[in-house]
């Protein structure tokens, strides 16, 4: 006959052990019913059908926003600057603003255009505007353009900074703070790739910048126009598309770009 203290010890250790076990399983199960319902409810069946990958690509590709940096020819090296908004299903822009650096007194309204801060502009730091200049709104002067489209959260994002970047009103240097300067600030916060130096002329710069991200040319968007607008008093319709810009920017769109 075995010791009966042995047994006794070998029948604690299982019960201890049973005990441990059948704990285990109630913390491991759910707790409760809607526990169960809700395990049961996220675990696919074994024959559902994977999600169609057409589905997922069309949602993700779709981006009704854009940023496109131009340059310009004017009379010296030319101008850089940004113009931004959103297209509709078309392609066709139904809102845009233009953001650029430029010395005070060339802006788009001027009637003479002073060149003095510009070419003070050369030698120290001068007061400047970053809203469009005279010319960015005549599609006949563009010599390069990079547009990218971009989801509402990017563009949110890029306009965010473009209102900081108006709002600290930098001084104007041709060689220190300029027009490609402050577009690479903003490609930069796109995530684009950039040039190594912007001491690029403007053009230069947005035919680099379109070749480094892999872009291929582009031909210019079309402003949309509402249905009234779209007949004349005639009753024919318009041959130029008419911007969302104030009424001063879109009369001269209206007069001198060729989309």
Same mark, same amino acid.
Not at 49 to 71: D, G, I, Q, T
Not at 177 to 206: H, M
């Given at each position: 006959?075995?010791?009966?203290?042995?047994?006794?010890?070998?029948? *604690?250790? #299982?019960?201890?052990?049973?005990?441990? !076990?059948?704990?285990?399983?109630?913390?491991?199960?759910?707790?409760?019913?809607?526990?169960?319902?809700?395990? !049961?409810?996220?675990?696919?069946?074994?024959?559902?059908?994977?999600?169609?990958?057409?589905?997922?690509?069309? #949602?993700?590709?779709?981006?009704?926003?854009?940023?496109?940096?131009? !340059?310009?020819?004017?009379?010296?090296?030319?101008?850089?600057?940004?113009?931004?908004?959103?297209?509709?299903?078309?392609?066709?822009?139904?809102?845009?603003?233009?953001?650029?650096? =430029?010395?005070?007194?060339?802006?788009?309204?001027? !009637?003479?255009?002073?060149?003095?801060?510009?070419?003070?502009? =050369?030698?120290?730091?001068?007061?400047?505007?970053?809203?469009?200049s005279d010319g960015d709104l005549?599609?006949?002067?563009?010599?390069? *353009?990079?547009?990218?489209?971009?989801?509402?959260?990017?563009?949110?994002?890029?306009?965010?900074?473009?209102?900081?970047?108006?709002?600290?009103?930098?001084?104007?240097?041709?060689?220190?703070?300029?027009?490609?300067?402050?577009?690479?600030?903003?490609?930069?916060?796109?995530? #684009?790739?950039?040039?190594?130096?912007?001491?690029?002329?403007?053009?230069?710069?947005?035919?680099? #910048?379109?070749?480094?991200?892999?872009?291929?040319?582009?031909?210019?968007?079309?402003?949309?126009?509402?249905?009234?607008?779209?007949?004349?008093?005639?009753?024919?319709?318009?041959?130029?598309?008419?911007?969302?810009?104030?009424?001063?920017h879109a009369a001269e769109a209206?007069?001198?770009?060729?989309?």
């Amino acid at each position: 006959m075995g010791d009966p203290y042995k047994a006794r010890g070998s029948i *604690r250790i #299982l019960i201890g052990v049973g005990l441990a !076990a059948i704990l285990f399983g109630q913390l491991g199960a759910p707790t409760s019913a809607q526990d169960a319902k809700s395990e !049961a409810t996220i675990t696919p069946p074994a024959n559902a059908a994977p999600p169609s990958a057409n589905s997922k690509r069309s #949602l993700n590709s779709y981006k009704p926003y854009f940023v496109e940096f131009r !340059a310009r020819s004017a009379a010296s090296y030319g101008h850089m600057y940004v113009i931004y908004g959103q297209v509709n299903g078309r392609g066709e822009i139904i809102k845009s603003d233009i953001a650029g650096l =430029h010395p005070a007194g060339d802006a788009n309204n001027c !009637a003479n255009c002073s060149v003095v801060p510009w070419t003070l502009g =050369h030698v120290f730091f001068v007061p400047s505007e970053t809203g469009a200049s005279d010319g960015d709104l005549e599609e006949k002067y563009v010599s390069a *353009r990079y547009r990218v489209m971009v989801d509402a959260a990017t563009f949110k994002r890029v306009s965010a900074y473009i209102r900081k970047l108006k709002a600290e009103k930098p001084m104007w240097n041709a060689l220190w703070r300029n027009c490609v300067s402050f577009g690479n600030e903003i490609a930069e916060t796109i995530g #684009l790739k950039t040039p190594i130096f912007f001491w690029l002329e403007p053009q230069d710069y947005v035919e680099d #910048l379109r070749q480094l991200n892999g872009g291929k040319p582009q031909g210019p968007l079309k402003f949309a126009v509402s249905n009234s607008e779209s007949m004349s008093a005639s009753g024919k319709a318009r041959k130029g598309p008419v911007s969302n810009l104030p009424s001063s920017h879109a009369a001269e769109a209206t007069s001198n770009a060729a989309h």
